[in-house]
């Protein structure tokens, strides 16, 4: 059972770029989260998913994009990636929305 | 703003010691926590939940306190191993935001 994963693991870009983070989750849960993790920050929401085709803002959405086409998967797009999106991001999902269980994280260099 | 914070950001201890680990919350709404548990290079990993309509919860080695009067929240390890070595998020939920704290790393000392 894998749970909940994220791809690539690590990637370094360039600015103006675009990035395409990619998240699964196994258990069918309902709702999706894509979070970034920085020092002195820590765990800031960008977007989430409540279903399928149901996306929303969380406290930092600028600069991304979300789409959700199949309950198990959350890609979460960096339209033109810029330095200040150098970050740890962390998808997470759940079903009642309140436990939620992460995926390893992805760690996004921007050059 | 609401917000949930911690009131000590390190602490060290001696293997088979117990540890507590504190946690303050401003959001008198707030009506679920959840300690997480976050190893360098990983995802944070759920630890324990209480609701708010509890005191009290215990886990394996662990136990989680809820004090409303005081809005404190706090984390008890028991016979603390190197393996418990991480950082503790807690974070609590209103009206389904989930809002985490900023951290307290725990080191265990063999």
């Known amino acids: 059972d894998a749970g909940i994963t994220q791809s690539p693991r690590y ?10 983070l990619m998240c699964h989750q196994t258990w069918s849960h309902s709702y999706m989260f894509w979070y970034r993790q920085d020092l002195g920050h820590g765990l800031r929401l960008i977007y989430y998913s409540a279903a399928a085709d149901i996306t929303d803002k969380g406290e930092v959405p ?4 979300v789409s959700r086409s199949k309950t198990e998967n ?5 339209e033109s990636a810029t330095r ?4 740890v991001y962390f998808c997470a999902s759940s079903e009642s929305r309140d436990t939620q269980y992460f995926g390893p994280g992805t760690r996004l260099t921007v050059l | 703003g609401e917000s ?5 950001p390190t602490l060290s201890v001696q293997e088979g010691d117990n540890s507590i680990i504190n946690c303050a919350y401003s959001n008198s709404a707030s009506d679920y926590f959840i300690w997480y548990k976050q190893e360098s290079g990983k ?3 759920f630890i324990i939940d209480i609701r708010s309509n509890m005191d009290k919860r215990q886990g394996q080695r662990v ?3 809820l004090n409303k009067t005081v809005k404190h929240l706090s984390l008890q390890i028991a016979a603390t191993q190197p393996g418990d070595s991480a950082v503790y998020f807690c974070a609590e939920t209103s ?3 989930l809002t985490f704290g900023q951290g307290t790393i725990l080191t265990v000392h063999p």
């Open chain 2, 43 to 45: 995802g944070p990993q």
């Open chain 1, 74 to 78: 959350f890609p979460l797009t960096l």
């Open chain 2, 95 to 97: 009206y389904g935001k």
């Open chain 2, 63 to 65: 136990t989680v306190l």
């Open chain 1, 11 to 20: 990637k370094i870009t360039e600015t103006g770029r675009q990035v395409t």
């Open chain 1, 84 to 87: 200040s999106q150098t970050s």
């Open chain 2, 4 to 8: 949930v914070g911690l009131h000590l």
């Open chain 1, 62 to 65: 600028d600069g991304y994009v």
